[in-house]
């Protein structure tokens, strides 16, 4: 089993429209958790991160994260064609020095005109 | 937010040859920084942990004597890839670890290693 582990794409939403974004982790110990968004040919830029239980906003994203579940979520409001890309989830295992990070295997995110 | 570059942003080499990466962080120390390798269409692979003054900490399975690592100062990491051979292109991506309260990484633009 994975350790972070990202709910299978392509996932096609229509501009404007909500993209929702899933990834559950195995690790209990986990402590903070990041996404990061991928364009095609680019390395990963860092969008959020979060390591309180409950949602944070950052203008039309929300990240969300349920430890008792085990589960980490990205909503993106409003979604442009410019959103269009690959987004890594990624945790901090447990017991490692801070940093280091476990990434998802992604998902790919078209937005549509 | 921070800025990580690296230089060079694409390189091609001939087989049996050496390449030097270079990673820095831009406007802000960084004791930490990883280096990672993708393949086309995976997700990144986590190769090393660079601490400034001492010595990397390689992930299990990635030749330490093939992937040198030097973190010399605190704004200045290199990946040298040593005797190059056509399995070794990819996409190599470096990451320097913010002190801030997220301990959040930022990512350098890549760099593209061809080898034929």
């Known amino acids: 089993q994975k350790e972070v582990e990202q709910n299978s794409g392509p996932l096609s939403v229509p501009e404007g429209a909500i993209a929702s974004l899933n990834c559950t982790y195995s690790?209990?110990?986990?402590?903070?958790f990041f996404w990061y968004r991928q364009y095609s040919g680019k390395s990963p830029e860092l969008i959020m991160f979060?390591?309180?239980?409950g949602d944070k906003e950052d203008g039309r994203f929300t990240a969300q994260l349920n430890k008792a579940s085990q589960y980490v979520s990205l909503l993106i409001r409003d979604s442009q064609p410019s959103d269009s890309a690959t987004y890594l989830c990624a945790g901090t295992p447990g017991g490692t020095s801070y940093g280091k990070l476990t990434f998802g295997q992604g998902t790919i995110l078209t937005v549509h005109p | 937010g921070a800025v990580v570059s690296q230089h060079p942003s694409w390189v091609i080499c001939k087989s049996g040859t050496s390449v030097k990466i270079e990673c820095r962080s831009l406007?802000?120390?960084?004791?930490?920084m990883f280096w990672y390798r993708q393949f086309p269409k995976q997700s990144l692979m986590l190769m090393a942990t660079s601490n400034e003054g001492s010595k990397a900490t390689y992930e299990q399975g990635v030749e330490k004597d093939k992937f040198l690592i030097n973190h010399a100062s605190l704004t200045l990491s290199t990946l040298t890839v040593t005797s190059a051979h056509p399995e070794d292109s990819s996409f190599y991506i470096c990451?320097?670890?913010?002190?801030?309260?997220?301990?959040?990484?930022?990512f350098g633009p890549g760099t593209r290693l061809t080898v034929t």
């Open positions: 690790d209990r110990g986990s402590q903070s």
């Open positions: 979060i390591y309180s239980n």
């Open positions: 990451s320097a670890l913010s002190q801030g309260y997220g301990y959040e990484q930022y």
């Open positions: 406007d802000f120390q960084a004791t930490t």
